[in-house]
């Protein structure tokens, strides 16, 4: 009965993870892309507590090892946010827009 539940969490966590990689890969706005990193980063969390939940563990140390690790996955985004849009908008001063291709005449 549980790996039912842990085959919905994986499947919810395939979703996310597979609608972050289409957005990334076939937007051209930089917010849209940070957005489909996000939910690749929410996807990867996801999976750690799902795993974390329902794998037998002997030692109560690893029980909530995935909880740990899906909290540093979400410190890790909230940095990652806060680095990426202050050089959006550093760029969207400089060109006058958040297109990617614009971005590339930036090269020396």
Known sequence: M???????????????FCAGSACVLMKRNVIH???GVELIFN????NFVAFSRF??????VFAISGQVVA???????AAEAA?????????????KS???SK???LKG
Request: proline share 2%; no cysteine; aromatic share 8%.
């Open 33 to 35: 892309m940070l957005m």
């Open 2 to 16: 549980e790996m039912a539940g842990l085959h919905s969490y994986l499947l919810i966590a395939a979703f996310l």
């Open 103 to 105: 971005m590339s005449s």
């Open 83 to 95: 680095v990426a849009l202050a050089l959006v908008l550093s760029l969207f001063q400089m060109i």
């Open 71 to 77: 909290l540093f996955v979400i410190v890790l985004a």
């Open 43 to 46: 996807a990867s969390a996801l």
């Open 55 to 60: 794998a037998p563990s002997q030692l109560d």
């Open 98 to 100: 958040s297109d990617v």
